[in-house]
């Protein structure tokens, strides 16, 4: 069974950059879609962007496209987000997600990691 740890998350200005890191382990990374998913404080759990099992394929949601960029290492059993010119409603738990299907969806995703918070002050 992968397991999925998040890392990287923390506080930084609006305009700063932040790297989140999700190491896998116990499991076939490279069999997985992986994707980010974020939830701000009293709202639903949303796509941020996700990337096809060989990393060939990206997609982002409309509100991070050409701030965001996933990339993954399948040697390193690791996928990687990073955020650059974050904005305050960039804040938010930041999950880790491992799915069979490409995009995935909420419903799709066969594992989550804990979650890493970031938060952008203004």
């Known amino acids: 069974q992968v397991q999925l740890v998040e890392s990287g998350g923390g506080l930084v200005q609006a305009g700063g950059s932040l790297r989140l890191s999700c190491a896998a382990s116990g499991g076939t990374f490279g069999t997985y879609a992986m994707g980010w998913f974020r939830q701000a404080p009293g709202k639903e759990r949303a796509f941020v962007a996700a990337i096809s099992w060989t990393g060939s394929t990206t997609t982002y949601a409309d509100s991070v496209k050409g701030r965001f960029s996933i990339s993954r290492d399948n040697a390193r059993n690791t996928v990687y987000l990073q955020m650059n010119s974050l904005k305050p409603e960039d804040t938010a738990v930041y999950y880790c997600?491992?799915?069979?299907?490409?995009?995935?969806?909420?419903?799709?995703?066969?594992?989550w990691g804990q979650g890493t918070q970031v938060t952008v002050s203004s």
């Open positions: 997600a491992a799915s069979n299907a490409f995009p995935p969806s909420k419903g799709s995703v066969n594992l």
